[in-house]
């Protein structure tokens, strides 16, 4: 059994306030993104503007607190937070999901895409690629904090999380990191270097995240206020065999031209 690492989840606190780790590693993702994602799309010879680019990158950010935020009030808790609707914006406290945020960056990525003339695929490729970034140091966070934890096992790398009465679990967060974030992130980077069909890389994106995520859900713990959806099944789960129906009718629709 490993030890689980005492860190500080707050890095500092000033009166009631306290900046997490949690909320760095959405800062090093976004800033590492928008470098990355520009060298991307030199190498894939994408003529965008100083302005165009930076306002995209906006629309990505948005994507992602805005619909990483509804999507965890709809898909996660929204009994809890139809009888308490100011409580969605108190993001303090926690409360942000991967499903709700890539659906918010494709969403707010197309309207940019169509606003400004440029075609969707043609961007998305490469930006997909950069979304691991942010999946890293997101599992990061949540390991740091000690939360989204496995099940309980008896593995010799099992780890005793905070508040879990003394029971060894899958560290299920530093499986994710290392499968949504570093294991897809090489995948992805190599099918960009290749000549694919416009949307093929994007794809690829969905759906193996959707294989990856549903995959280390046998070894994660469900939440607390959700438990198990049909006896056996979680809401992470169900909603990535949902990106992976998509990503499947996706590549026929880019194929479907004779």
Do not use: C
Not at 129 to 149: D, H, M, Q, S, T
Not at 161 to 181: C, D
Request: no cysteine; charged share 15%; hydrophobic share 50%.
């Amino acid at each position: 059994m490993l030890e689980f690492p005492d860190i500080n989840p707050n890095i500092f606190t000033i009166g009631d306030f306290s900046f997490r780790w949690y909320s760095m590693m959405y800062i090093i993702s976004f800033v590492i993104g928008f470098f990355l994602l520009r060298h991307l799309y030199r190498q894939r010879h994408i003529k965008i503007s100083k302005a165009d680019y930076e306002n995209l990158f906006y629309y990505i950010m948005l994507g992602v607190i805005v619909g990483g935020r509804l999507g965890y009030v709809i898909f996660y808790n929204f009994s809890f937070y139809i009888r308490h609707p100011l409580q969605i914006f108190a993001v303090w406290n926690g409360g942000m999901s991967f499903h709700g945020g890539m659906l918010g960056v494709i969403i707010f990525g197309y309207f940019f895409s169509k606003k400004h003339g440029y075609d969707f695929y043609r961007l998305a490729d490469p930006t997909v690629v950069v979304a691991p970034i942010g999946l890293f140091f997101g599992r990061l966070g949540n390991f740091i904090n000690g939360e989204l934890y496995g099940r309980v096992t008896d593995l010799p790398w099992a780890m005793v999380f905070p508040n879990t009465a003394g029971r060894p679990r899958h560290p299920s967060q530093i499986y994710e990191l290392l499968l949504e974030g570093v294991l897809l992130f090489i995948i992805l980077k190599i099918l960009l270097k290749k000549n694919l069909k416009d949307g093929f890389v994007f794809w690829s994106f969905i759906l193996l995240y959707g294989v990856f995520r549903s995959s280390v859900e046998l070894f994660r713990a469900p939440d607390a206020h959700l438990g198990y959806i049909f006896g056996f099944l979680t809401a992470g789960q169900i909603l990535s065999f949902l990106m992976i129906i998509a990503a499947l009718i996706g590549f026929a629709s880019i194929y479907k031209k004779n």
